[in-house]
């Protein structure tokens, strides 16, 4: 994905009323009648919403005589996806060294206070 493409897509992201929009998409294609109904806007803000989904390539509209019905493209949501995994590993790989790392702490801590106290440590 195009770093392009990836702003236009985290901007259309960015308002809840589009991430409302995709969900509703989600459960199959609509009118922009009834992806208006749930929202306290005007048809042409609504509109609006649906022209930077269109521009960021997460929905397609198309024309059935007076039905002009909307459908979401889930290829971008992909891309976007993708994108996000890798730092979910990244993270992940990070809080298990940390993990790691205080794993060994608490171990040492507990040597440390068996020392100071005179008991015998558990053979390995």
Known sequence: MSPDHLS?????????TRRA????????????????KPFDMSMPAISKH????????????SRDAQWRPCRLEASRLKEVADWVEHYRRFWEQSLDRLDDYLRQLKHQELKTKEKKHGRKQPKH
């Not at 236009?8 to 992201?13: G, K, M, N, R, Y």
């Not at 022209?51 to 929905?59: D, M, N, R």
């Open 8 to 16: 236009s897509t985290f901007a259309a992201l960015a308002d809840p």
């Open 50 to 61: 649906l022209k930077v989904l269109e521009h960021a390539g997460l929905i397609a509209r």
């Open 21 to 36: 929009i995709l969900a509703r998409l989600a459960s199959g294609e609509a009118p922009v009648t009834e992806l208006a």
